[in-house]
């Protein structure tokens, strides 16, 4: 399934990469979307392919001079309608390390962005807390001066990577702001435990900072400046969700259409019935305009992805919320097979649905997006 719109030519090689990819791991593809731990052939994959280089700048090991949200999200897509673990493996590689690309020092980024790109070393970005979720300015984690030394104490809950991950790009308050540090996982102190599995299962940990010490140098960016690079990364990677949200929806229509051909009823085949036809072609109508919306955006956001962050969550809040709908159309077009466990359609409902809670809840994105309006529609243009 190619989709409707013409690509530029420079991200030949990235597609079929990712479809290289994306086919490689289709054997163990199902067994790997139901574990909440490493699984460790989804990541020798991910390494051999050689795209966690797309997440860093090609100073550090990196395929493009920056990184390309377009380039991202036609990778997710292609990733996501194979493997939700494989995609998830993916997208981290720069939601943890994004702050570093745009806020590190040079030392930083010599010493882990090179790692990253070979995905040699797994990176998590540690915002949420049991306490905070979308009010980030809730925090309760604080870093302390203690002579020359920083102390990091608090906890974080739900973090992607959390046990897998090599570093956490932690948020944490900071006198009267908010900074960023980057907090090795071997660091004394740092206890991970595994979050309380999701109906779509995904590695995810909680971390408990004991009173980790760290070095001055462990902090992102200057003091205070956490939002400002939180919102660079969202800028960048809020927009994959929706690159992910069209390979769910892609998958799951390969699947109602194989089954809507091929099972006939009254006659003849499901897809010759008007009401089935009807969900069938709303699902294709629904995944064409946010593919549409998606790319558009993420091309856009090349050039200035802060500038961009408002169409970003609009292509986010318009392809996951697609995406639910589409599969639950498809599951309807497929009638008790589409209620199987550990079908691909099944795993496809479950993993359609935490798209509409991360990196920014549809309700949240909603709130910006309606501030965003009142520039955007006052100019009687
Ligand atoms: C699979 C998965 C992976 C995740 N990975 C990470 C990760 O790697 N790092 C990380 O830091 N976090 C991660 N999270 C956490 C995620 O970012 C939070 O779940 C998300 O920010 C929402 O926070 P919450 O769950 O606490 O919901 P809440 O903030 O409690 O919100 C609950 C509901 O209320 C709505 N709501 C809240 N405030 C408002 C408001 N002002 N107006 C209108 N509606 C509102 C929300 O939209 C939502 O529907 C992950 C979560 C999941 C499910």
């Not at 739900?158 to 944490?172: D, P, V, W």
């Given at each position: 399934m190619?989709?409707?719109?013409e690509?530029?030519?420079k ?55 920056t ?43 010599e ?32 870093v ?33 702001g ?44 200057e ?72 790319y ?86």
């Open positions: 190619s989709g409707l719109m690509i530029d030519s991200y030949e090689g990235v597609i079929q990469d990712a479809r290289k990819l994306a086919d490689s791991v289709e054997p163990y593809a199902m067994e790997a979307d139901e574990s909440s731990e490493l699984y460790q052939p989804i990541l020798d994959a991910l390494r051999a392919s050689g795209l966690s280089a797309l997440m860093v700048p090609s100073q550090y090991g990196g395929w493009f001079d990184v390309d949200p377009l380039a991202v999200c036609l990778v997710r897509e292609k990733l996501m309608r194979s493997s939700s673990h494989l995609d998830s493996l993916f997208a981290l590689q720069g939601i943890g390390s994004y702050a570093i690309s745009v806020a590190g020092t040079e030392s930083q980024k010493e882990w962005l090179p790692l990253v790109s070979k995905a040699e070393a797994l990176a998590a970005l540690a915002l949420t807390e049991p306490r905070a979720g979308s009010d980030l300015k809730g925090i309760e984690t604080v302390d001066q203690k002579g020359a030394e920083l102390i990091l104490r608090g906890e974080k809950s739900f973090i992607s990577n959390a046990g897998a991950a090599s570093f956490y790009t932690t948020l944490a308050k900071e006198g009267d908010y900074s960023l540090f980057l907090v090795p996982a071997d660091s004394d102190g740092l206890e991970t435990s595994p979050s309380p599995e999701i109906i779509a299962p995904h590695v995810l940990g909680e971390l408990k900072f004991n009173d980790v010490v760290l070095p001055q140098s462990a902090r992102l960016g003091p205070g400046t956490a939002f400002r690079n939180v919102l660079a990364t969202l800028s960048v990677f809020r927009i994959s969700v929706a690159g992910a949200a069209l390979g769910v929806m892609t998958g799951a229509i390969e699947e109602a259409v194989k089954h809507c051909t091929q099972r006939e009823q009254f006659g003849r085949s499901l897809i010759k019935h008007g009401p089935v036809a009807t969900l069938l072609a709303d699902s294709w109508s629904d995944l064409e305009s946010s593919r549409f919306l998606t558009q955006t993420a091309s856009l956001a090349i050039d200035d992805p802060a500038k961009n962050l408002d169409k970003s969550s609009l292509a986010k809040l318009t392809a996951t919320e697609a995406a639910c709908r589409v599969v639950d159309r498809c599951v309807q077009t497929m009638g008790r097979w589409g209620l199987i466990r550990g079908s691909k359609i099944e795993k496809y409902y479950r993993q359609a649905r935490p798209m509409r809670v991360y990196e920014g809840a549809s309700e949240i994105l909603r709130l910006g997006i309606a501030n965003g309006m009142v520039e955007e529609f006052s100019d009687g243009s």
